[in-house]
């Protein structure tokens, strides 16, 4: 099951938070073992937002028993130091729950690579996402849920994507729940629904090439090949088309980066996806009910093709 969503203003911003909600939760039905989200607020583009966890296994509702929340004040206190000896200033922060942590950071950097790996060398801590405008918030629960506990319902931005999960290949915790941030690039994420057939054998050739991986849910593969095509030069486009073929399986995935947002549907078209355009908004989700819940006028909507690969810019 699962279900995917998307949304992109072009020209101008919107209430992208509570829009998302509104399409996620339309799609709770095809899982709410947990939701996540991928916004891209409206920001002066000058500091980095590092959204990160300082717990492995956490979530309200989770069946696994929490942490000590001074263990979490241990982690947190080894980041801000960690963070001072890379002569990274925290501007901002916000600590949204006793795991979850929000940083705005003054941070002069083009490579985010020696800087992710000295934040994820401390034990139990993870970066959600890294970038100027996105933010990924991902927790247990239905996007209404989640929602109210990061109170997102608020956020102005450009466009956003998210993901509504029922647990088949994973866990059910954070760490197996999408979006997925591109690591090691600054505002790109993933969001999938399907299944790939290859993902142990992707996943060695990419480990041997340097790349990390935070789960075992087969979706990160996607974030993680895209961002090895990047790092070698692809632009976006060029990944995701690369992909149809790199990836075997069933997939309808959704990448977005500071500025564009990308749909990408499998050979077999086996999974849904049903896309609304206009010359200011784009959207899209696993079921039209999704569109709905921002467009409940009269609108045209399509199925994309199989093996399509679309793009479009804010």
Not at 14 to 34: F, I, P, Y
Not at 212 to 237: N, P, Q
Not at 259 to 272: R, V
Request: negative net charge; aromatic residues 8%.
């Amino acid at each position: 099951m699962c279900g995917i969503a998307g949304l992109i203003h072009r020209g101008k911003s919107s209430n992208v938070g509570s829009e998302l909600q509104g399409m996620l939760q339309a799609l709770k039905h095809r899982g709410e073992d947990s939701t996540g989200y991928a916004l891209y607020g409206d920001t002066d583009g000058k500091n980095f937002i590092m959204r990160f966890k300082v717990g492995e296994n956490v979530g309200e509702g989770s069946s696994s028993v929490m942490e000590d929340v001074s263990v979490y004040d241990e982690r947190k206190k080894i980041v801000d130091e960690t963070l001072a000896e890379m002569g990274a200033k925290v501007v901002k922060e916000e600590r949204t729950l006793p795991y979850s942590l929000r940083y705005e950071i003054d941070y002069d950097t083009k490579d985010l690579l020696d800087f992710s790996q000295r934040i994820e060398s401390i034990p139990g801590v993870e970066i959600l996402s890294m970038g100027k405008s996105l933010e990924v918030i991902k927790d247990l629960g239905n996007a209404k849920m989640v929602c109210d506990r990061y109170s997102l319902d608020k956020v102005v931005g450009t466009h956003a994507i998210g993901h509504a999960r029922m647990a088949t290949e994973s866990g059910v915790d954070i760490k197996s729940a999408h979006p997925f941030w591109g690591y090691p690039f600054s505002d790109v994420s993933v969001v999938h629904n399907g299944q790939l057939t290859n993902y142990w054998n992707n996943r060695r050739v990419l480990e041997n090439k340097g790349m990390r991986f935070m789960s075992e849910c087969d979706s990160e593969l996607i974030a993680v090949y895209i961002a090895e095509k990047m790092r070698h030069g692809a632009t976006l486009e060029e990944g995701m088309k690369e992909s149809l073929t790199g990836l075997d399986g069933v997939f309808t995935y959704f990448v977005a980066t500071k500025d564009s947002l990308g749909m990408a549907k499998d050979t077999m078209a086996a999974k849904p996806l049903v896309l609304y355009e206009s010359d200011d908004l784009v959207a899209m989700g696993s079921e039209e009910i999704a569109i709905r819940s921002v467009l409940p006028q009269e609108i045209e909507t399509y199925d994309p093709f199989d093996g399509e690969v679309k793009v479009w810019q804010i």
